[in-house]
C-alpha cells in the first residue's frame, strides 16, 4: 500500500492567500522532502481514498496527537505514521496520511457498472 501525505497549515486560516512561507520553514520542508527522497519514499500524486480512512496528526505544543484513526490492520502506514510525526510542522498544523487508490482497488467503471 501507498500512502500521501497532506499538511494542512493553521496559518493558512490567518494568512492572505498569496502568502508565502517564511524562509525559515522553506529551508526546513526542503530538508524534509531531501530526506523523504534519499529514503525512497517520496511518490507522485493519485487519487484518494475517502478522508474516513485515513489519519490525522494534530499539532500541538506537546507533539502530535493523533486522532481520527481507522480500524485497520498493521500496513505500510507503519512505515508513513513516523515520517508524518517528523515533519516541519508548528503547532496547529494538521497532518493527514491517506491511502493511495490502486488499480486493484477499483471494482466499478465510470458507467458505475462492476469490473
Request: charged share 20%.
Amino acid at each position: 500500500m501507498r500512502y500521501a501525505m497532506f499538511m494542512i497549515a493553521d496559518v493558512f486560516g490567518t494568512q492572505a492567500a498569496h502568502d508565502m512561507p517564511s524562509a525559515q520553514m522553506i529551508d526546513k520542508m526542503t530538508a524534509y522532502n531531501a530526506g523523504l527522497a534519499e529514503a525512497g519514499v517520496l511518490e507522485a500524486v493519485e487519487g484518494l481514498h475517502r478522508p474516513s480512512s485515513g489519519v490525522r496528526l494534530h499539532f500541538e505544543q506537546s507533539g502530535a496527537q493523533t486522532r481520527d484513526v481507522p480500524e485497520r490492520g498493521v500496513d505500510s502506514s507503519a512505515i508513513a505514521y513516523p515520517w508524518a510525526q517528523c515533519c516541519s510542522a508548528l503547532p496547529g498544523d494538521i497532518v493527514e496520511l491517506r491511502q493511495i487508490e490502486e488499480p486493484d482497488d477499483l471494482h466499478y467503471t465510470a458507467s458505475g457498472s462492476q469490473l
